[in-house]
């Protein structure tokens, strides 16, 4: 078996619900992503065997294969083709596993994997709503609620069990969200994304053009005090609308190639993918996943937790990294070290893309060897990647 390197990651910078991203078709924005990957790795466009788009709302301006229409919308030539992938919040981490699977086969040898999510066009949920005959549809079947009776699509109940069962107080919730903030402020100010992002034109309300290359949702005013007083989601709930990530427009990907694409491109790799693991989970707590998916990641690697010098955990919620640092024994130090999804966004299927190159950039700006990424997904699901710098 063949090995997988990421010769290139880029992203967007995060856009808010209706804000300086809004104006942007998502194919669009994907498409640039896409022309900045090709820029950045000096590839040839053709020589690009096939793009792995994560992305969940695949209705409206994001169906008909919004991978495909993306590749339509760059500069890649129309001979590369394209596939779509739902595996809900963590679509795009799973292209790239299908990605690195792909190259290590020998079966391709350049492949793109890449996500988007414009959730100010197409809104959360939005395909779960879609009338049918009957009425309007629903994603639980009679056996699935047979199965498991609780069954349900919102995952804001998975994160109060999630803290329930972990005993995660409102004020260590709030806590964590601030550093959240604190940290993104202090990535930004200190260019740390610099590297990363991909700039783009945006149209303001006035008319004028300028250019968006600094993450929208960042609060910089955030402190205990204001992030105490949002109101809780449930009465007797401990999350808050200041303890969950933002919705969030925006497109990433990664370029992965195996040695022969190495060869052909002439370029030096980033990262080396070391281990890809994917496992199912309690659909009805749900967001609990990351943890056994972490646990049997690093046992397959032989790996510790202290082997790793970086993880990004995706803050869909605050109870879902602190829970995930409870259990593993992590170092919060190197959580999410440049702020996570409740400060820069969470655009759903571009997110594992955009966590994976948050991690390889951060990993070459400290100079450390091995990242961990994880996060959790609509079904009780989670994929856990281990990356190499080299």
């Not at 790795?41 to 209705?59: F, H, K, R, T, Y």
């Not at 169906?63 to 595996?87: G, Q, Y």
């Not at 395909?127 to 079947?141: D, E, H, R, V």
């Not at 804001?156 to 409102?170: H, I, N, Q, T």
């Amino acid at each position: 078996m063949g090995e997988a390197y990421i010769v290139a990651a880029a992203r967007t910078a995060g856009g808010r619900k209706g804000g300086r991203v809004s104006g942007w078709h998502p194919a669009d924005l994907a498409g640039e992503v896409l022309n900045a990957l090709v820029d950045r790795s000096g590839a040839d466009p053709a020589l690009i065997e096939d793009v792995i788009m994560g992305c969940v709302g695949q209705v409206g301006e994001q169906a008909i294969n919004i991978a495909r229409n993306a590749v339509l919308a760059s500069k890649l030539p129309e001979s590369v083709p394209a596939t779509s992938v739902d595996r809900q919040c963590g679509s795009s981490q799973q292209s790239i596993h299908f990605a690195a699977a792909t190259v290590m086969s020998g079966a391709m040898d350049i492949v793109i994997a890449a996500g988007v999510e414009s959730m100010s066009r197409v809104p959360m949920g939005l395909s779960s709503a879609l009338p049918y005959k009957n009425g309007f549809g629903t994603y639980k079947s009679p056996r699935m609620e047979e199965r498991y009776p609780g069954i349900q699509f919102s995952q804001f109940a998975g994160a109060e069990m999630l803290a329930k069962k972990y005993d995660l107080s409102r004020e260590q919730l709030d806590a964590f969200a601030l550093a959240s903030h604190q940290r993104a402020m202090a990535a930004t100010k200190g260019g740390k994304f610099a590297a990363e992002i991909v700039p783009i034109k945006v149209t303001l309300p006035d008319g004028s053009v300028e250019t968006h290359d600094a993450d929208e949702g960042i609060r910089w005013d955030a402190t205990m005090e204001s992030i105490g007083g949002v109101k809780l989601l449930s009465e007797d709930g401990r999350l808050t609308a200041a303890t969950s990530s933002q919705i969030c427009d925006g497109a990433a990907g990664v370029m992965i190639v195996n040695e022969r694409g190495l060869k052909a491109l002439g370029v030096a790799p980033l990262a080396r993918i070391h281990h890809m693991t994917v496992i199912g989970h309690d659909p009805v707590i749900m967001l609990e996943a990351p943890i056994p998916a972490t646990q049997k990641a690093l046992e397959r690697a032989g790996m510790k937790i202290d082997d790793i010098d970086l993880y990004e955990v995706n803050e869909a919620f605050a109870s879902v990294p602190t829970a995930w640092l409870q259990v593993t024994g992590g170092d919060p130090d190197k959580l999410n070290v440049n702020g996570g999804a409740i400060a820069l966004g969470h655009p759903l299927g571009g997110s594992g893309a955009k966590l994976m190159t948050t991690l390889v950039h951060a990993l070459k700006d400290r100079g450390a060897r091995y990242g961990l990424q994880t996060m959790c997904e609509g079904g009780g699901l989670a994929n856990v990647t281990i990356v190499e710098r080299l």
